[in-house]
């Protein structure tokens, strides 16, 4: 079992920068992908950026690119997600997700979830 937590969320305006937390339990933390997800009210859940267990493969949605970056500190158990350059589009429940087995930008395949950390963006 792995438990996650998220924080880091608020509100800020537009143009403004956010970093997002989650802090894993287990001792094999090192070896799992993690993951960033968002919802928006109204709208299905979409990945944001994910990491393979090395850190050296990464992906991020197209309407991130340039302005979100996801690393992590595996000495900490702890991923994060720098955000830069807000939009109000970006408003949305930001969740960290854990996958034990593959690298993977699909939701259903990741195996655990946080609580989820809201995050607002005023124009």
């Known amino acids: 079992q792995v438990q996650l937590v998220e924080s880091g969320g608020g509100l800020v305006q537009a143009g403004g920068s956010l970093r997002l937390s989650c802090a894993a339990s287990g001792r094999t933390f090192s070896s799992y992908a993690m993951g960033w997800f968002r919802q928006a009210p109204g709208k299905d859940a979409e990945v944001v950026a994910a990491m393979n267990w090395s850190g050296d493969t990464t992906y991020y949605a197209d309407s991130v690119k340039g302005r979100f970056t996801i690393s992590r500190d595996d000495a900490k158990n702890t991923v994060y997600l720098q955000m830069n350059s807000l939009k109000p589009e970006d408003t949305a429940v930001y969740y960290c997700?854990?996958?034990?087995?593959?690298?993977?930008?699909?939701?259903?395949?990741?195996?655990?979830w946080g609580q989820g950390t809201q995050v607002t963006v005023s124009s």
């Open positions: 997700a854990v996958d034990r087995t593959a690298f993977s930008v699909v939701a259903h395949e990741y195996d655990y």
